[in-house]
Each structure stands twice: as structure tokens, then as C-alpha cells.
């Protein structure tokens, strides 16, 4: 398939109303995934903008906000992370954050405008016990009227229906890279692991939040491998969260060189040509991008981001800069609503 069937494919799709069916592919082959993140520039924003416009007002971006209730002392090896106790990361390991304290941070979160509350812990997986305190957590960020989500790391049987059961909207589990990628980055725990875990999840009829981190020192084919693996999932991830990689101090990626922010913009795109109805988040990595390249990043399809001065571990910018940003560029903070995908 050329790239320019895909556009001339996608005017005749235009012309049937938003939301139809038909449009949602779960077929793609790595060779269209790599066609489509290496097209023309111009070419690639645009289509990705028409698809966008289809479905969502592309001057409304989805604000979530995040918590760590859990820091550091993590057991597996991720390469790129803070809080893995294989790596040398300035992160302590800290104790299940109080219900208290959570309650306060959600409560914040939603005076300052978030709709959704997103809180990750630094577990291989969550024991029983531990399931029971976040499940605290969630029927307490519900009660709130926020949108819950959490990132628990793999689930076992059983766990995913809990987690429902206390009225979990979303579950956050990342694919992070192309399978072949995946070694050079993790060794404690295989995609298949993380696949397996993510079909737990949508077994218990939970939204999934699945993406994955660009800048890692994988090649562009790797990012469009990723891409066609999330866009081939029986169901396509509701939220799909792009993140550029954060290089901290201590962990084994903390002196690799930069990516250009052009290829995250191109990752961007293509998620949104071939998950059309996905939420594309705008991750991690913006504190240190400038205004230009978040905008181009709108453009390409991304409609949600993380609002509040942290991440996990790491800065994320300031709420006032933000909200100058959505002023400057006439975006406007999308009101709560669970979408779905197809
Ligand atoms: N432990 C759980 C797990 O791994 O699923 C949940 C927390 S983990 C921090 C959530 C996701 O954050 C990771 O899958 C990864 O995609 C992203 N992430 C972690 N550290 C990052 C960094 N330094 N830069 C960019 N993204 C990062
Ligand atoms: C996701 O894809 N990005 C968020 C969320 N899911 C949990 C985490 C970003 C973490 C960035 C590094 C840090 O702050 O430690
Ligand atoms: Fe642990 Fe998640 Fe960090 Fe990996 S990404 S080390 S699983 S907290």
C-alpha cells in the first residue's frame, strides 16, 4: 500500500459519518505502520489532522493528572526508569501512600480542572493486600466525580475484577517499545507478559491506557512496530500515552543523545491515522519540549495530556504554563467522559 492510497482511502471514508465502524482497523502489517510514520511530513500531520477531525473537536484536549502512591524500590529492571531498585536513580523507596493523602491529592486535582486522576505504583504487580488499599483509593477518587485510572504493573487471575468491581475506568499498561526492541530495554518480564496482562485487564471490561515510550535508542521502524502491535490488539487501547523518554541521572538511558521531537511528532501521527478513536496522549516528556513542538504535536493528533507540576518521579510544567499554553493556542480542556474505542 502506498501512502498516498491511504489519503486517497481516507477522502471517500470522510464523506461516512464520524464514529462508523468500518474505518477502525485491526489488520495493519508493519510494512504500512513503517509507510505511514515515514511519509512527507506535511502528507503524514495532514491526514493524521483530517482523521482527527472525524471523530474528536480537534480544539479539546483531554486533562489527566497524576499520582505516585507507591515510589521507588521497584524489582524489575526497566532501563529507562527511576524508581527500579537495579538502577542508581535518586529515588527512595517509599511505603502505599495513605488514603488521607490521596484523597487530598484527587480533590486538588480536581479543583485545578483535571477529569481524570491517575495513580502509579512501582510493583512488579499488586499483592492481594495491596489490591484492597487501592481499591480503597479508587471508590475515593469516583466519589470525587474524577475518572479513575491506575498502573499497577502485571495483574493476575481474578485481580483485574476487583480492581473493576470498585469502579476502575482505565488501566495504564504500557507495551513501551517494538517486540524485537523489547530485551535491550527490560529482562525481567517479556512483551508477551505485558500482553497478557493487558487482555486480564479488558477481560474484566476495564478501558485500557496503552502505550509507550519514544528516545530509547530504538529506530523509527521500532516506533511504527509498536504502533501496528497496539493497533492490532483485539479492541484498540482507549488511551494511548506517547512518551518521550525522561533520561534521569543514574539509570542506564541517562546519557543518551536526544531525540528529535519531529519523531515523536510522526509517532503521534501515525498512532492517530490507525487508531482513529483512541485518546493519544501527550505523555511524559513536555517540560522539556517548547510550545512549538507541543502544538505541532496537537496538530499531529495528540488530545491529552498530564496536568500538574509532576509526573511519577520527574517535573512535568508548571499549571499556569499550561493553561497559558491552551490560551495561546485556543485549545480548551475537554469536558470528563469515558470514550471508547473500537
Ligand atoms: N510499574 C508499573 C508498570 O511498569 O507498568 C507502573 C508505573 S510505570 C512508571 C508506567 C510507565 O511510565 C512505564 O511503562 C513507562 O512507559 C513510563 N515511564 C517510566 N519512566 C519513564 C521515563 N523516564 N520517561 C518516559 N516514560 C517513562
Ligand atoms: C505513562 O505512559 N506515562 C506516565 C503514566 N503512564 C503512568 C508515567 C510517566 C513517568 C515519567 C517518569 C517519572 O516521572 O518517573
Ligand atoms: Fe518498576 Fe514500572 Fe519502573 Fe519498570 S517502569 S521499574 S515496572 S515502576
Redesign the pocket.
Known amino acids: 500500500m502506498s501512502f498516498a492510497a491511504l489519503s486517497i482511502a481516507d477522502m471517500t471514508i470522510l464523506s461516512i459519518p464520524p464514529g462508523n465502524p468500518d474505518k477502525i482497523r485491526h489488520d495493519w502489517t508493519t510494512t504500512e505502520a513503517r509507510e505511514i510514520i515515514a511519509a512527507p511530513l506535511n502528507d503524514l500531520v495532514h491526514t493524521a489532522q483530517t482523521f482527527h477531525r472525524n471523530h474528536f473537536d480537534a480544539n479539546e484536549v483531554q486533562v489527566s493528572t497524576l499520582l505516585s502512591i507507591k515510589t521507588g524500590g521497584?524489582p524489575?529492571d526497566?532501563s529507562y526508569?527511576s524508581?527500579?531498585a537495579h538502577n542508581e536513580a535518586d529515588v527512595g523507596a517509599d511505603k502505599l501512600m495513605s488514603l488521607d493523602a490521596v484523597r487530598a491529592a484527587a480533590l486538588r486535582a480536581k479543583d485545578s480542572g483535571a477529569t481524570r486522576f491517575c495513580m502509579g505504583a512501582?510493583w512488579?504487580g499488586p499483592k492481594d493486600r495491596d489490591l484492597d488499599a487501592v481499591c480503597g483509593m479508587i471508590a475515593e477518587v469516583k466519589s470525587l466525580g474524577l475518572e479513575s485510572c491506575v498502573t499497577l504493573?502485571m495483574l493476575e487471575d481474578g485481580q483485574a475484577e476487583r480492581l473493576k468491581e470498585a469502579g476502575l475506568d482505565y488501566y495504564n499498561h504500557n507495551i513501551d517499545t517494538s517486540e524485537a526492541f523489547y530485551d535491550e530495554i527490560i529482562s525481567t518480564r517479556t512483551f508477551d507478559d505485558r500482553l497478557e496482562t493487558l487482555a486480564r485487564v479488558r477481560g474484566a471490561g476495564i478501558n485500557v491506557c496503552c502505550g509507550g515510550i519514544v528516545g530509547m535508542g530504538e529506530t523509527r521502524d521500532d516506533r511504527a512496530d509498536m504502533l501496528q502491535a497496539l493497533a492490532c490488539l483485539p479492541k484498540h487501547p482507549e488511551s494511548v500515552p506517547l512518551n518521550m523518554l525522561v533520561a534521569v541521572p543514574g539509570t542506564p538511558l541517562a546519557n543518551i543523545e536526544p531525540l528529535d521531537p519531529l519523531e515523536l511528532i510522526r509517532a503521534i501521527a501515525a498512532a492517530r491515522i490507525m487508531m482513529p478513536k483512541s485518546m493519544v496522549r501527550l505523555s511524559a516528556g513536555r517540560l522539556e519540549m517548547d510550545a512549538s513542538t507541543q502544538a505541532l504535536c496537537f496538530l499531529a493528533g495528540a488530545n491529552s495530556i498530564f496536568y500538574g507540576d509532576a509526573l511519577l518521579t520527574t517535573g512535568n510544567p508548571a499549571q499556569h504554563t499550561d493553561r497559558a499554553l491552551f490560551d495561546k493556542l485556543g485549545v480548551r480542556p475537554m469536558p470528563s467522559e469515558t470514550r471508547v474505542a473500537e
Open positions: 521497584c524489575e526497566c526508569c524508581q527500579s512501582a512488579r504493573g
